[in-house]
């Protein structure tokens, strides 16, 4: 899953749009019209799915390191 993220073209800063979606869907629904509360300048802005920045905030697992203790 990733995090959507729009353009505020008004006060040129990322807008994060509070939604999750997969790559699969978003190619699915490229042509969708959202609406987004902007929190810079207060508008409801109106973009296409198209349009979105993706973020992806996968994380990891990986083991612990450990430092050898001294001596």
Same mark, same amino acid.
């Given at each position: 899953m990733c995090e959507v993220?729009?353009?505020c073209a008004t006060y040129? !800063?990322?807008i994060d749009s509070g939604m999750d979606i997969d790559h699969d869907t978003l190619?699915?629904?490229?042509l969708s019209l959202?609406?987004?509360p902007c929190?810079?300048?207060?508008?409801m802005h !109106?973009?296409?799915l198209a349009d979105a920045q993706l973020n992806s905030n996968i994380v990891f697992d990986t083991p612990p390191i450990f430092?050898?203790?001294p001596g």
């Open positions: 993220y729009f353009y040129e !800063r990322e190619q699915r629904n490229r959202v609406h987004v929190p810079w300048c207060g508008k !109106r973009f296409l430092a050898e203790p």
